[in-house]
């Protein structure tokens, strides 16, 4: 079955420890991404990777890191949680990032995390 | 900067009713136009895309778009209690300089049928 998957679907932290949630796809899509969504102000986009080794920023970055080192997997790193970081994030995937292209992005079911 | 609005609602139809969802954006250079739906806790899914002026009909769902007017809108006919969620549409721009696209989301709109 095509799918992105996210583990862990729930976490509870605490401020300042580090913590990673992973992000994969079996579609061999180029294009994966990582959005927070807090109530409103909708999906906002954190990082972006086109390809392996190849990642950019969104809107929203600070206090995210990422790493695309299989085409696959793109886990979102948070060296050092905040509480502002507390929010619901999505992992999304599709086949290619062109502006022209007629991909549609396909999301996993995503992670609600707490920092306390 | 590239803006989707929509109007958050939230919005509520009798069942079987029309309920019409509305989006506007900024950037004359949007390549195409999503409409996900999320249920409440879940991720969102694609309901419709559309690229080109025009009504685009897939089964109980049309979506309308007017690029000169930088307008899109869902339509849902014969509207079922099922069909509560919010509605997220989407616009993929490209990147200044870039053959790269972005989706960029509205807040999304709540929409409640009632039996």
Redesign the interface.
Known sequence: EAQVTQNPRYLITVTGKKLTVTCSQNMNHEYM?W?RQDP??????IY?S?NVEVTDK?DVPEGYKVSRKEKRNFPLILESPSPNQTS?Y?CASSLS??????D???????T?LTVL | QKEVEQNSGPLSVPEGAIASLNCTYSDRGS??F?WYRQYS??????IM?I?SNGDKEDGRFTAQLNKASQYVSLLIRDSQPSDSATY?C?V????RG??????Y????TQLTVWP
Not at chain 1, 97 to 102: K, Q
Not at chain 2, 105 to 108: A, I
């Open positions: 991404s959005y409103g102000l909708g999906l906002r986009q972006y086109m969104g619901l999505f990032g062109l502006a022209d292209s007629t549609t992005q396909y999301f996993g079911p995503g609600r | 390549q195409s999503f806790g879940k991720s969102p899914e694609l895309f690229y997220l989407a993929r721009n490209r990147d870039s053959t790269l696209g972005r989706l989301f509205g807040r999304g």
